[in-house]
């Protein structure tokens, strides 16, 4: 008797579940329902309607990841400052770069969102995937390298010149590092930065060297080790890898990886930090030196507002210190060296006028050698073949979204960063 | 009641295994655990997060029945983890204990992500491609199954130590393949072959995932006949009673340890298939998501029966889109759900515990205490 109800279950389950996935064949009529709502949205009022309005936002962690929270308090902030609900701006955190991101966009799309957002660079193929199937729903990807290649309409990438927000946190590294060779803490041969990276990629590499070029521009002597934890986001081993880098003598410890690990690391250490993405004072008080970020504000705003004005969105865009997207925190005054400050402000200056390069190709060189072409990979068909050159009057042009794409290509060790 | 021990003085509660209870009582049981979860989990929230209750709920709901896709959605999650739940059943029934579910899946996957990365770009058809990753990836998984089943049928190795870490072996042999295939260091394979989608098992009816939905229905039929019916289901069975029974009847242990772990193994490999080919096109250490372990869970509350494994695979992704879709809609950390998750769940394992064991409260009156 059993057996027979069993199997009887068995047999039902198993139609259940093919009449239950036959069901969703009439999709694409949902799928119109947004689009016809977008022609409404054409209208040209002077005051800005956002009532009809919603937006997407998907990231690959929650708000622990320093990385993630940045987007989430982004999006948070532009959301109260244009007035919109809960309802109008939807998070979704936690979403794997698998087809649980097609997923979380296309249920999105069906939600009613306008604009669908994702955070993390493995999301890419899983918006396009979805930007080629909702023609009417705009989709934006942080830190992506294909919007230029697919050619879609509704398909976006988004980065900043962030290099140039981390040249001036090494700035205040570089200054922190001056200070300690004159207190006599340490020699000038012993100024060695220890860097915690997350992945040998771009991204990375041009954040460390833009980094490490604004320290040793203070301070010459300084050198940097980087150490890979190959995960974006690991508490534990971003910790050991911090801890690892202050035994081996570094005097002072930045990273590109998207936990908590490596300023309490320094905090327990006392080894002065300088972070990315969030302030990190309260983590260290004593040691937290400044942080350099991307705000997003910026773009959340432009994406919105291009969608509810039906204006385009920009295939590829390059958020900078003008847009304010490139931006610092608070410098921890109790921590950085005299004069901090006002180093940073003049060479910001000088950046935003172009005078100075962060990249120039005379303060450092490559295998002994000062480079006066270097062919990156640029445009990404996914064959990862290096194809453009990106150094020309005398400086690498890194992010540059008009000639070349927004999502950093610098990919290589410069002398004086050595990898451990 | 021959069980109840008489002493003197008689202790002030104590525990009596039930013989049998009715199919109907059982079911109540259920059905009052889950019902008291909700009340308890309801009330947490209230003190937790001053939301409604009722807002809470329907969000959870919403995560797997709010649109046609969501449902179809859920319906993939339910396939996939249930692919690997069947798989972990037959050694789980043998009582060796395989947690090495995650990496058989993976090493499934990476078969397939291989010959799709390998040969996509060959001109070869779907017709033999798919073909070859079927093959690969369960040749894979079992490679990974049965590696851990020779050393425990030889050596008499811990073979939950053993699976576990080839858990660990199976990320890392992942990781080195990523570094060598996307050399821009990013640790991001993105999806293969995107333009000639060689290698994608095609959609039928125009809906994604339905074959993997209806594969494992099938698989479903199939894993129930086999441990029920099958000469070699009884014998697992019966190892899994008692080795010594299987000896003495002439059961060939050995040869059953590897027979069940290499078809658990191919399961596996089955399931990495499907997530490679079916669903996401790319290969990532995450791919399996846990639900290799979770699989575990599926299978015991299921009691190891194929058929209600359909429900307890459903209860946990239901559970885990519930939890993602609470978080989303009222704008809570991830963490409330996945405590609402944590309760349910304890409420469900531990009612089974008063389906099979009455407990006895001491009494003056003779005749109660009996």
Known sequence: MKKIIAIIVAILAI????????????????????????????????????????????????????????????????????GLSDSQVIIKTGVDESDACYNAAAEMADAGCKVVFADSFGHEDYMIQAAKEFKNVQFCHATGTKAKVVNLDNYHNAFASIYQGRYLAGIAAGMKLNEMIDSGKITAEQAKIGYVGAWPYAEVKSGYTSFFLGARSVCPSATMVVTYTDSWFDIAKEKTAAENLIADGCALISQHADSEGAPKACEAANVPNVAYNIDTTPLGPTTALISSKIDWEPYFELIINAVVKGTAIPTDYCGTFATGSVALTKLNESVAAAGTQEAIDAAKAKLISGELKVFDTSTWTFEGKTLEEYVADVVDNGDFVKETNVIHDGYFDESNADQFRSAPYFDFLIDGITKK | MEHTIKSKKEPLIHITKRDAMPLWKAILIRVIAVVIALAVSALLVMVLTKKNPGQVFTAMFNGSFQTPRKILNMLQDVAMLLCISLAVTPAFKMKFWNIGAEGQVLMGALASATLMY????????????????????????????????????????????????????????IQICIATWATSGSGVMGVINSMNEAGWLPQIFGTKYLLNIIFVALLTVFVFIYLKFSKHGYEIAVVGESENTARYIGINVKKVILRTMALSGALCGFAGFLLVSGASHTITKELAGGMGFTAIMVSWLAKFNPAIMVGTSFLLVFLDKGASSIAMECRLSESIGEIITGIIIFFIIGCEFFIRYKINFRSSNKEVAK
């Open chain 1, 15 to 82: 139609f259940a579940l093919a009449a239950c996935a036959v069901t969703p064949t009439p999709e694409p009529d949902n799928t119109k329902a947004p689009a016809d709502a977008t022609d409404g949205t054409g209208e040209t009022g002077e005051t800005v309607d956002y009532s009809n309005f919603k937006i997407g936002v998907i990231c690959l962690h929650d708000e622990n990841s320093t990385y993630d929270a940045n987007f989430i308090n982004a999006i948070k902030a532009v959301q109260a400052k244009l």
């Open chain 2, 118 to 173: 390998k040969l996509g770009n060959t001109g070869i058809p779907n017709g033999v491609l798919i073909p070859l990753m079927f093959i690969g990836s369960i040749l894979m998984g079992m490679i990974w199954a049965i590696i851990p089943a020779i050393f425990k049928a030889v050596w008499n190795t811990n073979e939950t130590l053993f699976t576990l870490m080839m858990n660990y072996v199976a990320m890392q042999i």
